[in-house]
């Protein structure tokens, strides 16, 4: 791009996406707790973050819980 002096454009069209998503949960229309796979206590973050990072054990959302005495789970 830069050689050949190209000029490159880039659109968005999400400008209503957000609010939008935001709405559809806050309705209760979305069941966004289905998409949590795995929750881990603060003390075992590293791993969760190994988990999510490497795709594995069936992983589509890991929550860590900050304060909790949380069990790992799984999917």
Known sequence: ???KGLTIKLVRRMKHTYPH???LVHNRQV???ALITH????AQA????DLVA?????VIKAIIQVGS?????GA
């Open 1 to 3: 791009v830069r050689r």
């Open 21 to 23: 998503a935001i709405r």
């Open 54 to 58: 490497a795709y594995q054990d069936g």
């Open 39 to 42: 929750t881990f206590p603060l």
């Open 31 to 33: 069941d966004v707790q």
């Open 46 to 49: 590293g791993p969760a973050m």
């Open 69 to 73: 005495t949380a069990d790992h789970q």
